[in-house]
């Protein structure tokens, strides 16, 4: 099956660690974005990614990190200088940027204490 | 210039009834506005999509309705089941660029039996 997986589900850290969060998909996807969701927001774009090694930043950067080596995985670490790190963390890719459907994974939350 | 403003922020509607869920957006540039439905603890998934050369599009029970002169969109649920219990976010993007979709702050629809 084809699709975007996302690990772990839920995730816990320390305040002061980094933490990589995972996004593969198999879908032979370009372009691949990561999205931060608060309760009662909508999503937030952090960093986005339209071609293999090359990647730019959302609405959201701070804080964040990203790197796109394969096409297939588009990981993010969620660094200490992020302030309110506590999140639903969404990864989604679409066939090529700006065109046709944004598939999203199954998320991950991560809480920081 | 970039905000899509959706309204209401939750809904309770009797099975059976029409849910109708409004969003605006401000850029004139944007021409994909797709509607994602989502379940708790799970990622969007598009329910239907509308591009401005059309006023409605409908797909089973799900319409959008377009005002491209008011910049205005709407998802309309008819004959809403309890199944359709979930969050609703619209958003909006400009085609063929980075792809990045501009969601609403997403509205609670849920549908008593």
């Known amino acids: 099956d084809g699709g975007i997986t996302q690990s772990p589900k839920y995730l816990f850290r320390k305040e002061g660690q980094n933490v990589t969060l995972s996004c593969e998909q198999n879908l032979n996807h370009d372009a691949m974005y990561w999205y931060r969701q608060d309760p009662g927001q909508g999503l937030r774009l952090i960093y986005y990614s339209q071609i293999v090694n090359d990647f730019q930043k959302g609405d959201i950067a701070e804080g964040y990190s990203v790197s796109r080596e394969k096409k297939e995985s588009f990981p993010l670490t969620v660094t200490s200088a992020q302030k309110n790190p506590t999140a639903f963390y969404l990864c989604?890719?679409?066939?090529?940027?700006?065109?046709?459907?944004?598939?999203f994974g199954p998320g991950t939350r991560l809480t920081v204490t | 210039q970039q905000q899509v403003k959706q309204s209401p922020q939750s809904l309770i509607v009797q099975k059976g009834g029409i849910s109708i869920i409004n969003c605006a957006y401000e850029?004139?540039?944007?021409?994909?506005f797709p509607w994602y439905q989502q379940f708790p603890g799970k990622g969007p998934a598009l329910l239907i999509a509308i591009r401005p050369d059309v006023s409605e599009k409908k797909e089973g029970r799900f319409t959008i309705s377009f005002n491209k002169s008011a910049k205005q969109f709407s998802l309309h649920i008819m004959d809403s089941q309890p199944g359709d219990s979930a969050t609703y976010f619209c958003?909006?993007?400009?085609?063929?660029?980075?792809?990045?979709?501009?969601f609403g702050q997403g509205t609670t629809l849920q549908v008593k039996p």
């Open positions: 958003a909006a993007s400009k085609e063929g660029n980075t792809g990045k979709l501009i």
């Open positions: 989604a890719s679409t066939k090529r940027a700006g065109v046709g459907e944004q598939y």
């Open positions: 850029n004139t540039a944007f021409d994909y």
